[in-house]
């Protein structure tokens, strides 16, 4: 047999060839190439932040207090980087917890399932029975044609539009609410010219339509716990940090989050037509919109069928059970016939139960819901929420909450009116570069303890950051449904901060107005807290 690779004689030869060797190079610095890559540095960072802490920081307190800080810095290292998967980083905390000594396995996995997740995912099923039936679309195109006008008041059409988006996101997440209304909104504007041919009033037209509805879709979820995660960590963390003051409740929550984001979806209505949507503009926009487009849309659809009035009857009850079970002393609510037991994911579970019971008409033994049509169900959000419940409960059992609450007694002095701008100030640009949710687990215990430090009620700084941490207006990133209206393509960078910087100001003046007045009565927050 031939021998392919025979031995040189030479003594200076290799006893390898070359070219294996010059492979072998090239395959370790391959290899050390893909290791090496930012997104691996930012897996290791999590672990290697929780080991510094866990070595060199002391703490006068118990050592549950330093481990808990040490595992903060590692899921909030994670969820800043997006180095893992947000979803699976919420669930860091089942397995960081028991190990660090923080709190049993059961004890976690408690936070992952209470009544406030069972409010998100019945809301979610309605949301997607919503989706599915176009029932968005016909709403929205019967409002659009009310607020049409004759002839064309673009103004009035574009209050329509963002009214009607801000309307579906508060029973709705915000993300949802964007993702339905962005096609309806661009269907309108699919007859404008586009390119050289469009007109600069049609194109500012366009520009304040997509704002309108990015905008509206998360002010919209201000106004109700179901509008937006925000609102349901807000909730599930002051009963968590106060167990023995009342919750707060849909109907709590409703009488306050309604005024501030009418205030600020008014304000944000004020805004784009002074920017972008004059009166003016009119006649220039009326040869390309008109009712009888709308009508025709209208008229694809046909009449409402069965399917479509069932799911909005089961919706409609389910608004009116949120907001009768508990409404004042007097007048106790349908909660009172079952011993305060039942909450409002009681009546969202059993009111999306029902979908999966009554049938839709449409063919025998078909429901109005089945399993496979939630397969979309935001698992990543329920699972946020429950990671934001597991780190509320471990920095107050740690015993980090009082170390916290330590260090920041020097704020005592600072006035409340002051501050209450500033936190709002600091959530609301910490939020443009971190998702809202996880803004708001990171500072709502730090506030808690702020407020315990000037004496004053938790509320009135928890709201002001917590709602802050919605005003992510600046940047496509700041929000998913911020990055549903930028893809469009109608909008850039530059009209975002246009309008979003006078916007996020508003929002602040809101709040600093609201949170003394309305604040204090519904929420009793002149009352000291146990």
Same mark, same amino acid.
């Given at each position: ?15 390898? !060839?070359? +070219? ?8 370790? /610095? ?95 099923? &309605?949301? @997607?029975?919503?989706? /599915?039936?176009?029932? +968005?679309?016909? &709403? ?5 044609? @009310? ?17 009607? *988006? ?19 909104? *661009?269907?309108?504007? /699919? ?33 109700? #716990? ?20 009342? !919750? ?19 304000? #944000? ?48 009850? @389910?608004?009116? #059970? ?5 409404? *004042? ?5 349908? %909660? ?8 409002? %994911? ?64 020097? &704020? ?44 004053? /009620? ?31 393509? +109608? ?8 309008? %979003? ?5 508003? %929002? ?8 003394? *007045? ?13």
């Amino acid at each position: 047999m031939e021998d392919h690779n025979p031995i040189s004689d030479d003594p200076k030869a290799p006893l390898l !060839p070359v +070219h294996d060797q010059i492979h072998r190079s090239q395959s370790f /610095h391959s290899a050390l190439k893909s290791i090496l890559t930012p997104k691996n540095f930012y897996v290791v960072l999590g672990p290697l932040l929780c080991a510094i802490i866990c070595v060199f920081v002391k703490i006068e307190g118990p050592v549950s207090s330093r481990n808990m800080l040490a595992v903060l810095a590692w899921v909030f290292a994670w969820w800043l980087t997006e180095a893992v998967p947000m979803p699976i980083t919420s669930m860091a905390p089942l397995f960081l917890f028991p190990l660090f000594g923080i709190a049993s396995a059961d004890d976690v996995a408690h936070s992952y399932m209470d009544d406030v997740i069972a409010l998100v995912l019945g809301s979610f099923i &309605l949301a @997607l029975a919503v989706e /599915h039936y176009n029932i +968005h679309r016909r &709403l929205a195109l019967n409002i659009t044609i @009310l607020f049409c006008g004759d002839p064309l008041n673009p103004p009035l059409l574009l209050l329509g539009i963002c009214a009607t *988006t801000a309307f579906v996101s508060m029973w709705m997440h915000n993300v949802s609410a964007a993702v339905m209304m962005m096609p309806v909104a *661009t269907g309108i504007l /699919h007859r404008f010219p586009v390119g050289l041919d469009q007109s600069v009033v049609s194109s500012k037209f366009c520009r304040a339509v997509v704002l309108g509805v990015t905008y509206s879709a998360a002010i919209g979820g201000m106004s109700t #716990l179901t509008g937006t995660g925000v609102n349901l960590i807000l909730v599930g963390m002051w009963k968590s940090y106060f167990p023995e003051e009342d !919750p707060i409740r849909f109907s709590t929550w409703f009488l306050f989050g309604f005024p501030m984001a009418l205030l600020i979806f008014l304000a #944000l209505w004020i805004i784009l037509c002074c920017l972008y949507c004059s009166k003016s503009s009119g006649p220039a926009l009326s040869a390309y919109l008109d009712k009888a487009h709308l009508k025709r849309e209208l008229e694809m659809l046909g009449p409402m069928a069965f399917a479509e009035k069932m799911i909005l009857a089961v919706f409609s009850i @389910l608004i009116v #059970l949120w907001m009768t079970r508990s409404i *004042t002393d007097e007048i106790p609510g349908w %909660g009172a016939l079952f011993n305060g037991r039942a909450g409002d %994911g009681t009546a969202s579970v059993m009111m999306a139960t029902l979908l999966f019971i009554i049938p839709n008409k449409k063919q025998q033994g078909e429901k109005l819901m089945d399993w496979n049509k939630c397969k979309k169900l935001p698992w990543n959000i329920v699972l946020l929420l429950g990671a934001g419940f597991a780190i509320a409960d471990g920095v107050r059992t740690s015993g980090l909450a009082e170390i916290l609450s330590e260090a920041l007694d020097f &704020l005592e002095q600072v006035p409340y009116l002051a501050i209450a701008p500033a936190v709002c100030l600091i959530s609301s640009t910490i939020t443009e570069f971190t998702s809202n949710n996880a803004t708001t687990t990171l500072v709502i215990p730090l506030l808690i303890q702020i407020a315990k430090s000037m004496n004053v /009620h938790p509320l009135l700084l928890v709201i002001p950051g917590a709602v802050g941490a919605q005003f992510a207006f600046l940047l496509p990133t700041g929000t998913p449904s911020n990055i549903v209206g930028f893809t469009t393509g +109608h909008i850039e960078i530059k009209d975002m901060i246009k309008v %979003g910087l006078p916007l996020k100001i508003a %929002g602040i003046a809101v709040l600093t107005l609201l949170m003394p *007045t309305l604040g204090t009565y519904v929420f009793g927050t002149n009352e000291p807290v146990q």
